[in-house]
Structures are given as structure tokens and as C-alpha cells.
């Protein structure tokens, strides 16, 4: 009886510290959301009932903001990055995974080791060789720079779910008839798409929010949405309901993403052999 | 339609030996099975002619041609994996329907093939299925349609019964003689069942530790064992194997003083096989000698009587209508026809 009762106070303290956590991280968000339909004078005041108006969302594509112009720049960058990383990342994961590469373990190691160089260390370096090439405020650099930080994430995960795929599956096919490309093209991508989709959108993530490299590298032309966000800073002061609706910006298309995540996430993970 | 030839064939990982200086040759059309323990190195050797595994020495032959340097897709052989190796994420259309597309099989010709293959290992009921959705009866059963969906120079099968149940392994196995008559391709076929070796194979190779211990037709292999493993190996019951001399043409057992003509010269050390089958059991006093039962075992189709003599047990069989309870005496007579006699040393036959 004692160890029921124990087991009920238990699940109790577990659920309010469960909803605490949740508390703390929602809370933030729906402030953002709140004063992102507000007027500039209602923003400090925790109403929760007033007129809501879209009239920042207007705004923010306005000048002196101008918006749209991150809003693409965003898109591309990263974008483009997922759409060179996740193919690099699978050829090099499937090698990884299937081929006996001298020093393998060596190079696995240093690729998740450029990981824990904190950004700041190396951002100068980057700054002054990218001002020496003509790389600094392009979109090209920032690219660059993204499928830097991505490329190891997306290498290990990737990796991770081609181990997955049983061997004898593509030996089977290679067996069958297939080359080596085939094998690739027919078995391990088919095999393997759940968990590139899951990786791609996780690339997309991190570059989408990337925001240090973006604050130093570029000034005007290829500023992206999270450096756009200092811009909504006025004489009398932050201006909250703008930055807010510039934020629903930005994590509108993580939403979705989660969302499809998701779903693809917990088949990735599940699929496998089939013995 | 093609021999396949090994030539000294050896596969090293490291120190160890998995497969040692095998020589073998396989004749156009004919069923080989590869039998033995686990570990031997049957599949090791399989994988070596599919082209999965790199010898580390010696050559293979498909054909008139060395294969060593063939990938496995210009080998021309279909292989049915111990692990199925079926693809997941096609149906079990596509799965047999995938050796004839990635060849270059011209459309219309598929459908006809792949639903051939189905209905001749009794699959057409599943071909929209996946294979996640199909027993391991089944899916052994795509594996095996997927190979033979084409005509390939050879057959690889690895243990493809293993994951049967014993009573769909008895009829897959009559379906798979059925088949493998039907087609008529060059066959490897590994297994660690003597009794689907013996029924199946046209020879038989026995394979100890890499090496093969003998190749022959299963009477061969069954009546005239090449050494002290095959004798062990082949037959169930085991074959009886006593430690014992030979003194002046008589075998005698290393405790006792009983007596069994075998003729020959007189040797320190010796081993007699003889099968459960070659023993003739009678009432006590009718026999060679009188034996305790030690225990008493009935098959249904048989009897089992593992008897007491001198410090060894030997197993005899029986009548199935013969009845007798622990203890009791019986005779025993062993057929002079089928004894075999053995160095205990080197293993090897003594042929008297
Ligand atoms: N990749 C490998 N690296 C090292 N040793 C291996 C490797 N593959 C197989 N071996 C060893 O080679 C030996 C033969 O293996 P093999 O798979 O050919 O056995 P088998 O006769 O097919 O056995 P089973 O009946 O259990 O399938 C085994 O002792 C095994 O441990
Ligand atoms: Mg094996």
C-alpha cells in the first residue's frame, strides 16, 4: 500500500515538473505570439484580451525593414545548403558505413571534433579570409560557412541510419545484378529516405537560425532573418510588436518542419531489417 | 548451365583460417551441398564464389572463366542468403521482379516471369505484400523465387530451410529436389542438415574447420566414411564409435574382453564404427555377447537401444514393436559387412 502511495506522490511531482518545464518554455512564445498581433502601446501591457491587427506583419516588409529581402536570403542560404549537404553528407556516410577506410576512425572523430571549436574562435579568421576573397556580405559565403557547421551533423546522422540497413540486403542486390551506384540508387536511398529527410530538415534548422557567423560576415546585402531581427530598434526603444511578428516569421516554417519531422522521425528510426 | 572449379582456395582473416586450400569442382548441372558444423566455413566459401568475400588465395572458376576479379553482377549466379536479404521497402513483386528489371529484362516479359516463380514456390497470394508482413516460411520462399526468377549459371543457397519449421522444411525440401531437377542449374546448396544433404545432394562435400573431409554421392559418404569425422558426422543416430585393439583378427574393447571378428593385422589402438542400423538386437544369449540396456528410447518409427558395453555406451536400433524396460539383458550382433575401423590418431580409415 505504502509503495502505491509512493508511486502516486511520485507521478505527481513528476507531471508538475513536467508542466513547469513546459510553462517556462511556452511562456516566451506566447508573449511573441500575443504581442505580435498588439499595437505598439498595448505591447508592455499583459492584456490578454485586445484588438488584434496585422498591421505589423504589414510593417516589417516595409521600409526601413525590408523584410522580404532576409526573408530570401534566409530561404536561399539555407536551402542551397541542405540541398549540397545532404547529398555530400550521404555519399561520405555510406562510405563510412560500408567501406574499411584507412584511418576511418581518425577521420570520424576529427570531423565530429570541428564541432566542439567554439564559433567564436574561428569567426575572425573567417572574417579576414573572406574580406581577402570577396566572399564577405555574399550569400555564397554564408553557404559556405553553413555547410561547415552542418556537414558533420549531417555526416553522423546520415551514417547512423545506413548502419541501419542490413548488409545482407545489398549484398543481395549486388548479387542480383546491381553495381555499386544501383545499389546506392535502388536499395540504401530507398531505405535510407526517412532519415535523409530527417537529417535535411535538421540541416535546414541549424542553418536557418544560424546567427553568429551571419552577424559578422555580412552588413547588407546577404543579412539574414535572425540578424534582421536587431534591425526593429527605434528612438523609443525595441520595438516588441515588430520583432515579434518578424519572430512568427522565423519559426513559422520551423513548425511545419517539426511537424513533418515528426512523423518521418519515429519511422526512420523504426525501420530496418526485415530477418 | 556451368561447372564451377575451385583451385586452392583459401580465405584468411588475420591468423585465422576460415576456408584452407579448398579444391573443388562442380559439374555442369549438378547439385553439390556443402555440409558441416558450424563454423567450417561453408558459408566463407559460398560468399567466395558469389564474389561478396575476396579469397586470400587460390581461384575460382565459372565456366570457362576465372571470376576472382568479377564483381558479383557479372558472376551470373543467384544466391538465397542465410538472412533472406529480401528489400524491404519493395513488394514481393518487385523483390523477385528486381534480378530481371536491373538486368535489363524487357518489360513485358516480367509479369509472366515473376508470377512463374511465385506459383512454383506457392507465393502468389502474397505479391502486393511486403515483406515485413510475410512469416519466415514466406519470406524464405521470396528469397528462393527471387533466384530462380532467372536462369543463372549457378545456384548459390545458403541454409535456405534453416528458418522453416521441421515440417515445411520436409516439404520445402521435396519442393526444392522437385525444382532443382525441373531447372537443371549447377547448385551449391550449404546446409549443417545431413538429411537435407542426403536427400538433396547429387554429391556431397563434408567440410571440417575449412578443409573438406570427403566428396562423394550421399551413399558414399553414408557407407563408406573417408575418416573418423565423417563417421561422426554423417547419420542419426550417430554411428557407434569404440575405443578398442585388434588382437589376432578379433576387435577387442578397451575394457573388456568381448570379441568381434574383424580381421586384419594387430594393431595398439583402434576405433570400430558401426551404425545403430548394423547392430542386430536379439534376446540375451542369441547375440555376439549380452549387454545391459542402459536406456530404452521409443521413436514411434523405431527403437532405440542404447546398451551398456564395457565402458562405452552404443547405441542400437530396434524393432519398433520391441518392448523392453531399463536393465534387462539383450544380444547384440554386429554385421561383419558394415564395420569400419579407424586410426584414433590421425582419424584416418584403416581398410582391412
Ligand atoms: N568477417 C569475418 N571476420 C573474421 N572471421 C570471420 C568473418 N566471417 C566469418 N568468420 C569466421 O570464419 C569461420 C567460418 O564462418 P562461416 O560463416 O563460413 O561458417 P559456416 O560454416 O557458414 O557456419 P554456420 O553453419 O554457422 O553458418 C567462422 O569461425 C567465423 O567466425
Ligand atoms: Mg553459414
Known amino acids: 500500500m505504502i509503495g502505491r502511495r509512493r508511486k502516486q506522490v511520485m507521478n505527481a511531482v513528476q507531471l508538475s515538473l513536467i508542466l513547469i518545464a513546459i510553462l517556462i518554455m511556452l511562456v516566451p512564445i506566447a508573449w511573441i505570439f500575443m504581442a505580435a498581433f498588439k499595437n505598439h502601446i498595448d505591447v508592455f501591457q499583459l492584456k490578454l484580451f485586445f484588438t488584434p491587427t496585422l498591421k505589423n506583419f504589414g510593417t516589417v516588409f516595409e521600409p526601413p525593414f525590408y523584410l522580404g529581402h532576409k526573408l530570401m536570403n534566409s530561404t536561399i542560404v539555407a536551402f542551397v545548403t541542405v540541398v549540397l549537404a545532404i547529398p555530400i553528407a550521404t555519399m561520405a556516410a555510406y562510405s563510412f558505413s560500408r567501406f574499411r577506410l584507412t584511418g576511418e576512425t581518425t577521420m570520424l572523430v576529427v570531423i565530429l571534433a570541428t564541432q566542439f571549436v567554439p564559433a567564436v574562435v574561428i569567426i575572425l579568421p573567417f572574417f579576414v579570409m573572406f574580406r581577402d576573397i570577396g566572399l564577405l556580405d555574399t550569400r555564397i559565403g554564408l553557404i559556405l560557412v553553413n555547410l561547415a557547421i552542418v556537414m558533420p551533423f549531417a555526416i553522423w546522422m546520415i551514417k547512423g541510419f545506413i548502419d541501419g540497413i542490413p548488409l545482407d540486403t545489398e549484398e543481395a542486390a549486388m548479387v542480383d545484378g546491381s553495381s555499386r551506384l544501383q545499389v546506392i540508387r535502388n536499395i540504401v536511398l530507398p531505405m535510407a529516405a526517412p532519415g535523409l529527410l530527417t537529417a535535411g530538415i535538421f540541416c535546414f534548422i541549424i542553418a536557418w537560425n544560424e546567427f553568429l557567423f551571419a552577424l559578422i560576415l555580412t552588413n547588407k546585402d546577404a543579412v539574414t532573418l535572425p540578424i534582421g531581427l536587431a534591425l526593429f530598434k527605434a528612438e523609443e526603444g525595441d520595438l516588441w510588436n515588430l520583432l515579434s511578428a518578424a519572430g512568427i516569421i522565423i519559426m513559422l516554417p520551423m513548425f511545419v518542419l517539426a511537424l513533418i519531422i515528426r512523423k518521418y522521425f519515429v519511422q526512420g528510426m523504426t525501420m530496418g531489417a526485415v530477418r | ?352
Not at chain 2, 573438406?212 to 542419426?236: C, H, K, M, R, T
Open chain 2, 1 to 352: 548451365m556451368a561447372e564451377v572449379i575451385l583451385k586452392n582456395l583459401t580465405k584468411q582473416w588475420g591468423d585465422f583460417v576460415a576456408v584452407d586450400g579448398q579444391s573443388l569442382e562442380v559439374s555442369d548441372k549438378e547439385f553439390l551441398v556443402l555440409l558441416g558444423p558450424s563454423g567450417c566455413g561453408k558459408t566463407t566459401t559460398m560468399r567466395m564464389i558469389a564474389g561478396l568475400e575476396e579469397p586470400t588465395e587460390g581461384e575460382i572458376w565459372i565456366g570457362d572463366r576465372m571470376v576472382n576479379d568479377d564483381l558479383p553482377k557479372d558472376r551470373d549466379v543467384a544466391m538465397v542468403f542465410q538472412n533472406y536479404g529480401l528489400y524491404p521497402h519493395m513488394t514481393i513483386f518487385d523483390n523477385i521482379a528486381y534480378p530481371l528489371r536491373v538486368r535489363g529484362t524487357p518489360g513485358s516479359e516480367i509479369e509472366p516471369r515473376v508470377r512463374k516463380a511465385a506459383e512454383q514456390v506457392e507465393l502468389t497470394q502474397f505479391l502486393e505484400r511486403r515483406p515485413k508482413a510475410l512469416s519466415g516460411g514466406q519470406r524464405q520462399r521470396v528469397a528462393l523465387a527471387r533466384a530462380i526468377v532467372r536462369t543463372p549459371k549457378v545456384f548459390l543457397m545458403d541454409e535456405p530451410l534453416s528458418n522453416l519449421d521441421a515440417k515445411l522444411r520436409v516439404t520445402m525440401r521435396a519442393e526444392l529436389k522437385h525444382l532443382s531437377r525441373e531447372l537443371k542449374v549447377t547448385t551449391v546448396y550449404v546446409t549443417h542438415d545431413q538429411i537435407e544433404a542426403m536427400t538433396l545432394a547429387d554429391r556431397v562435400a563434408v567440410m571440417k574447420d575449412g578443409v573438406i573431409q570427403q566428396l562423394g554421392s550421399p551413399d558414399e559418404i553414408y557407407n563408406d566414411p573417408a575418416n573418423l569425422f565423417v563417421a561422426g558426422f554423417i547419420g542419426s543416430p550417430a554411428m557407434n564409435l569404440i575405443n578398442g585393439s585388434i588382437q589376432g583378427g578379433q576387435f577387442v574393447t578397451t575394457g573388456g574382453t568381448q570379441l568381434v571378428p574383424v580381421g586384419g593385422d594387430d594393431r595398439k589402438e583402434v576405433v570400430l564404427g558401426v551404425r545403430a542400423d548394423d547392430i542386430r538386437v536379439s534376446e540375451a544369449g542369441q547375440g555376439n555377447i549380452d549387454v545391459p540396456i542402459y536406456a530404452f528410447e521409443n521413436t514411434g518409427e523405431a527403437t532405440l537401444l542404447t546398451v551398456q558395453w564395457g565402458r562405452q555406451r552404443v547405441i542400437a536400433k530396434g524393432d519398433r514393436y520391441l518392448r523392453k524396460e531399463q536393465d534387462d539383458m539383450i544380444g547384440i550382433a554386429l554385421n561383419p559387412e558394415h564395420l569400419y575401423l579407424f586410426d584414433p590418431n590421425t582419424g584416418s580409415r584403416i581398410r582391412t
